[in-house]
């Protein structure tokens, strides 16, 4: 028997509660939460304690770093004569057989010099961009270390060498893909970052010129937010100057939010600003950089400055801590590049020549430290480092205790508020509002035939704000169908390909989780109708899958072109579509099939994360024949 659907609905959906309001509301109540007790510190010992409190925070948040502080092996391959100045190409190990690329500026002037680690921004050709405050300082009598990023300069993931050029694109993508791959295994992407630092200034430290005690630290924009991290938690670091990044999560939050080491899972539900690295650093040192039209706005930089120049004050070190603004957009113009180079000189040389110069500036092919101008074949990407670590954090509990704390609240019942309702080609259709958790409503509709329906009810995971041609066909069978898009959509379409990130980074900050959270929707919508079977599509099946176990009388799933396990994540250096199904550490325990145990459900067209159907065996696995239409997955569905 053929079902086919005789129409689609082409109204659009409104009034949904407006995802990002809500998420933003949970952000600042816990931003409140954290500024009240900051508020209640007086003494220098009370900040001394508060300092301890938010290390083991931030570490804890970061899930650790990496234990292996091995040989560095580090090899110069190339010296640039620039004058007053050399600038040396080196390379070293962060971790086993995982290098690191960069550029060493190194006065010629004898005796012990300052050093500053500059970290690298979103720039694809990574340490170049640092080279003209890189030569600067070192003309002023610093040693300097500018250093490749993950998946910048000549560190890409997943580089092809046949065709040079990676499986994806570099900087943000290759972040997103690095830090779900760590979030699915209870670490992050931010511990990494911090580790490449760190080990930079052990290079650092084994050069004859550098004084390690007078170590200083900076960057821009990534490299700001790198900047931050190093400085708040390797104590070498005796200066910080982090630039265009530095802002209140209080603003920050609704805005620009951050790739994957810019936003560390559960960092502001442990009651966690970005205040809190400049406060676990003092009285040292502290510079803050902006500009007047930057998206990291002035704005936002303003409450952190102003919370954390009274933190000083209670170490009687107020002047310890500057804030510039200088004009523009995004990046580092003179007034903000000398602002550096005084405050380094103040507190590390004392040197009064800090007016910048003019520079040598070489080619980007010039500064490679590699004859192919890419680590590929010599260094192992970081997901091959991952994929090793899988059990090293593992998640405590069952497979239930642990979607329930994913959950965070616990079942909610509300009737559907109707919206709109009509009748058409023998179907009632109701355009319904639904509260899933208190303060939280979400859209869809429930399609029925007239009269009354003789099949279980069916909840169908809607994606956009028109109900779909399958919704209908299963209520043409003669099933009722809560047809729901959960909270977060319609998702926005830049980098879709990634998943919703924005929606997920902004759930992961505060401590929820986008694809559980969309399980308590379904789950409700499934109370609602008194619905046993569930369909849904691709990575979205993951959500379908945790409210099964929300809500144990959904038991029967289709899950349509829908990944079949988190193995594939860990085997290429490309994904697609993981924010919308990552979880905290679930990888560490359980696979996706474990969500399925006890339940009725069936894989059609499996695939992997890159959309490529896999051949799998098994009775929970399916595959179409060439135009087959959906006759087999209503039949599947109710057993006719």
Known sequence: MRFAACFLLTVSLSGQTEYTPWITSVAKAQLATRKAGIQRI????????????????????????????????????????????????????????????????????????????????????????????????????????????????????????????SLLPPGVPQHWTAGTAAFLINQTLSSYFVWDGIRSIDYLLTRPEVDGERIGCTGCSGGGTQATYISALDPRVKVAAPLCYMQSFDVLFDGPIGDSEQSPPGFIGAGLDQTDYVESFAPKPWFIGSTKEDFFSPAGAKPLYEEARNFYEIFGAQDRIKWVVGPGGHGTPIEIREGVYEWFNRWLNNGSDWKERPVKMFANEDLHVTATGQLAGESRDLIDILREQRAARPVTGTIDEYVKRLAVVGPHSAAPATVSEETKDGLQVRKVMLETEPGVNVSGWIVK?????????????????????????????????????????????????????????????????????????????????????????????????????????????????????????????????????????????????????????????????????????GPRFRYRVFDELNENMVIWLFGQ
């Open 42 to 165: 007086r003494t220098r010992a009370e900040a001394e304690e508060h300092q301890q409190r938010t290390r083991a925070k931030i570490l804890d948040v970061f899930g650790g770093l990496p234990a292996d502080r091995g040989p560095l092996n580090a090899r110069i391959t190339g010296v640039l004569d620039a004058g007053a100045y050399k600038i040396e190409k080196v390379m070293f190990e962060s971790l086993p057989k995982y290098w690191v690329t960069g550029n060493l500026y190194v006065p010629k002037s004898p005796g012990k010099h300052p050093a500053v680690l500059y970290a690298i921004g979103h720039w694809n050709e990574g340490k170049p961009a640092a080279q003209r405050m890189a030569a600067n300082l070192a003309m002023q009598g610093f040693v300097v270390l500018a250093f490749d990023p993950m998946g910048q300069g000549e560190r890409f993931q997943g580089y092809w060498t046949k065709a040079g050029v």
């Open 449 to 617: 035939p007239v009269g009354r329906s003789n099949l279980p009810g069916v909840v169908h995971f809607e994606t956009t704000a028109k109900l779909s041609a399958r919704a209908v066909e299963i209520a043409k069978a003669g099933a009722e169908v809560f047809a729901v898009m959960p909270r977060a959509f319609p998702a926005p379409a830049q980098f879709i390909e990634h998943g919703d990130w924005q929606a997920a980074t902004r759930a992961w900050l505060t401590g929820r989780n986008l694809a559980a959270m969309r399980a308590v929707d379904l789950a409700a919508a499934a109370r609602a109708i008194g619905a046993t079977r569930g369909v849904a599509d691709g990575p979205h099946a993951v959500a379908l899958l945790l409210a099964s176990r929300l809500e144990p009388k959904l038991n029967k799933l289709w899950l349509e072109r829908a990944p079949y396990s988190f193995e594939p994540v860990y085997s290429a250096p490309r994904h697609i579509g993981l924010h919308d199904a990552v979880m905290p550490g679930f990888y560490t325990r359980w696979d996706i099939a474990d969500l399925a145990e006890g339940r009725d459900a069936v894989w059609m067209q499996p695939n992997d994360w890159n959309r490529n159907i896999v051949k799998l065996s």
